[in-house]
């Protein structure tokens, strides 16, 4: 396939497009990532070139292709555990919370939004499994959700490779939750069945979720501009509960967005309280 540098017309394209189908804003700059990330796509939809794969969007709209293009942009970094401290507050001290407080329904719900490949709801389930294992009778229900088609697939088939468990997974667990299965590990299916995915923009119509009691939007707000992140802002509090929490990552916040929100320091992780 040819290499080709980028048209200008061609970046503001596919600029353009990103913004308007997921509100992520793409660094014009960074043409070389543009490129690199859509060269596979152009690959296998048969073009010779990333730009007459572009050519061919602009002349007839072709939303299966241009949703490959969306997704191909889109940032799918994770990891099991990751940044540790929001995993040791729900430990210390929110999942005893909420046990009290919901003890009447024995009722936990968990999102996680712009989930990727599932590290992270597979990371609560079995932190929950861990040592909350009382916890077995309630109805547990930990929902993760993306925009792509491709890591959602992935994530509810729950198969990673060595180089992704080695990322944050304990040892301990990798032994007790997962079997190996060729160059793959799978997750157990008494964790794996723990977790559903389905596909969320967070820009578009929401599709019905569950009152939520803990939310993970983490190293998502960061992609949108301020007006986009007041917006998803907003809609996540309309699916929150009373006293639900919301991490966010470490770059991110709601002050100066959401009033709505209170920050809660708890030791070295940070977490946004409903007011």
């Not at 497009?17 to 690199?36: F, G, N, Q, W």
């Not at 998502?220 to 929150?240: D, G, S």
Request: glycine share 4%; aromatic share 8%; net charge positive.
């Amino acid at each position: 396939m040819s290499v080709a540098t980028l048209t200008p017309e061609a970046i503001n394209y596919v600029c353009t497009t990103v913004r308007a189908r997921s509100a992520i804003e793409l660094d014009v700059s960074k043409s070389y990532l543009i490129e690199a990330r859509l060269a596979p796509v152009a690959k296998d939809n048969g073009f010779d070139s990333i730009n007459d794969l572009i050519q061919a969007l602009r002349g007839q709209r072709q939303l299966k292709l241009e949703s490959q293009l969306v997704e191909a942009m889109t940032t799918n970094e994770t990891s099991f555990f990751r940044d540790q401290h929001p995993f040791e507050t729900l430990r210390k001290t929110l999942f005893s919370e909420i046990k009290t407080r919901n003890a009447a329904s024995k009722s936990l719900n968990i999102w996680s939004a712009a989930c990727s490949t599932g590290q992270e709801i597979y990371s609560i389930a079995m932190h929950l499994r861990e040592h909350f294992a009382d916890l077995a009778s309630w109805k547990v229900q930990l929902v993760g959700t993306d925009l792509s088609d491709d890591v959602l697939k992935r994530a509810a088939e729950a198969r990673f490779s060595q180089i992704e468990v080695n990322r944050g997974l304990p040892a301990s667990m990798l032994v007790k939750h997962f079997q190996r299965n060729g160059l793959h590990w799978e997750l157990k299916p008494e964790v794996r069945n723990m977790a559903r995915f389905m596909k969320l923009n967070l820009i578009e119509r929401w599709p019905p979720l569950p009152v939520m009691d803990i939310v993970f939007l983490r190293n998502v707000l960061i992609y949108f501009c301020p007006e986009t992140k007041r917006a998803i802002l907003e809609k996540v509090r309309r699916v929150m509960a009373p006293n639900a929490v919301l991490f966010l990552g470490a770059a991110e916040t709601t002050m100066g967005l959401d009033a709505g929100f209170e920050r809660v320091q708890s030791d070295n992780s940070v977490y946004y309280r409903l007011k």
